[in-house]
Structure formats: structure tokens, C-alpha cells
């Protein structure tokens, strides 16, 4: 999309570390995601790019570093939870409740995050299940959906209660190939909404064509960052070359 994004940032990650055991998956990560902007990050599996992502959202604490995310230091134990209902989370699993509708799923997280009235949150539930497309199978329960349909509930769940920041970790990566389309649209509507998104995925072409900026990881660093148009074009790094030629290929 290659917008021109400016201002304060709404995530500013500075000298972030993160072990798992023996094991380091980030060394001092520096990164900001502008309000409205759309950051991909990409790179081979075991790379630290979820780690990042989760960071960010407040599912992961960082050994080292400060993460402040809508001006909020997680890195600040005690503030932390601040971050809640500020932010939406999409996972590459669904995460549904199976007992419960598609509308029923997006109301329990109205009710439960943002204490809403039954009345109202079946109000607002229904608004965003139209927003991803989905308001004629509101009352289906997820055994009755496709992939594709019980990932948009996720997002609908998500957007929701209202977050000024989404984060996606491979939401599409578990869906058979003919139903990515209709979520990474919906991810795409989002982006053209002006949502602020920080997007994990192997999917290539979502990251060309709606990142404002693309950050490809390697060994738990950021080995290079641009706009699409640089990195899928023109990497500068011999490792992004690598990378994109073999998942390009494929």
C-alpha cells in the first residue's frame, strides 16, 4: 500500500532480548509501527517473528529491553495489563468456542472484556460479523463453517471490543489454499480502514501488495526493513535474497 505514515509511534520496541531456555530467539530488536501503518514481518520458521509479534501484544515478556505499546511499558510488570482490551489478537488456530454460535462467540468476548449489556453486545456483534462478511451465519456454530468462515468469527471477536492495534500471528497458515483469499481480504479492509496491524505470514503476496513496511527476520534479528516495493524488488541482504527466492519458487 505504500502509504506515508507519520507521527508519535503507537509500539516502539528498543534493545529487546528473549530467551527460551539455552536457546536466544531475538538479540536487541529495535522497532516502531506508526499509528495506521501495516508491518509485515517475515522470514523462515524459528526466525523470532512470533516471538516479536507476541511481545507486542503482551503474550510474552522480553529478558531485555523496553516495549511500550499505546504508550504503555510492558516492560513494566506492573502496568502491563493496562495493554488489555487496547489490542486484538488473531492466532493461526481459531480458537472458537464449538458450543457456541458465531454470533454467540463474538458476544461472550463483548460481555466478559468490555462488561457490555446481552442487548448491546448482540447489537455490536452483529455490526462486526457484516464487517468480515459474515452477518447470514451468525446463528451457524463453527462445525458448520468452513476455515476460512471460523477464522473472520476470530477477527470479528477481535475487532470487537475495539482495539487501536491488530496483531495477526499466521492467521491464514492453517487454512486450506482457496479459503486464504477470503481472510486475508477481510485483512485487507482493515488496512484500508486505517487499522494499525503487525501481520506474521508466509503469504507473500499479502505482504507485496498491503504492507506499508515489510521487516524480514533472521536468527532473532532484523536482518533488513523497507517498503515492499525494496524488499521483494531489490533486498539488499544476501539472506532476504535467499529467502525470497526459495518461498517465491515454491
Known amino acids: 500500500m505504500n502509504r506515508v505514515v507519520t507521527g508519535k509511534p503507537v509500539i516502539n520496541l528498543t534493545g529487546v532480548s528473549k530467551s527460551f531456555g539455552a536457546t536466544q530467539v531475538l538479540r536487541d530488536i529495535n522497532l516502531d509501527v ?35 505499546v499505546n504508550h504503555v511499558p510492558l516492560h513494566d510488570a506492573r502496568r502491563a495489563k493496562e495493554i488489555r482490551g487496547h489490542v486484538g489478537m488473531v492466532f493461526q488456530q481459531f480458537n472458537l468456542f464449538p458450543h457456541k454460535s458465531a454470533l454467540g462467540n463474538v458476544t461472550l468476548a463483548l460481555i466478559k472484556a468490555r462488561k457490555m449489556s446481552p442487548a448491546d453486545a448482540r447489537k455490536r456483534a452483529l455490526e462486526t460479523l ?16 468452513s476455515g476460512g468462515q471460523q477464522q473472520r468469527v476470530a477477527i470479528a471477536r477481535a475487532l470487537a471490543v475495539e482495539p487501536g492495534i491488530m496483531f ?23 488496512a484500508r480502514d486505517g487499522m494499525t496491524m503487525v501481520v506474521v505470514t508466509h503469504e507473500m503476496g499479502f505482504a507485496r501488495k498491503t504492507a506499508d513496511r515489510v521487516v524480514f527476520m533472521d536468527k532473532g534479528v532484523i536482518a533488513e526493513q523497507g517498503v515492499p516495493e525494496q524488499i521483494f524488488v531489490n533486498p539488499g541482504n544476501e539472506r532476504t535474497r535467499q529467502f525470497l527466492h526459495r518461498v517465491l519458487d515454491h
Open 130 to 145: 457484516d464487517r468480515v462478511g459474515l452477518a447470514d451465519r451468525a446463528e451457524h456454530y463453527p462445525s458448520q463453517l
Open 34 to 68: 506508526q499509528p495506521g501503518e501495516v508491518l509485515v514481518l517475515i522470514g523462515a520458521s524459528g526466525s523470532g517473528k512470533s516471538t516479536v509479534l507476541r511481545i507486542m501484544a503482551g503474550l510474552e515478556t522480553a529478558d531485555a529491553g523496553e516495549v511500550w
Open 168 to 190: 495477526f500471528d499466521e492467521a491464514t497458515s492453517a487454512l486450506d489454499p482457496e479459503l486464504v483469499g477470503e481472510v486475508t481480504e477481510v485483512m485487507r479492509g482493515l
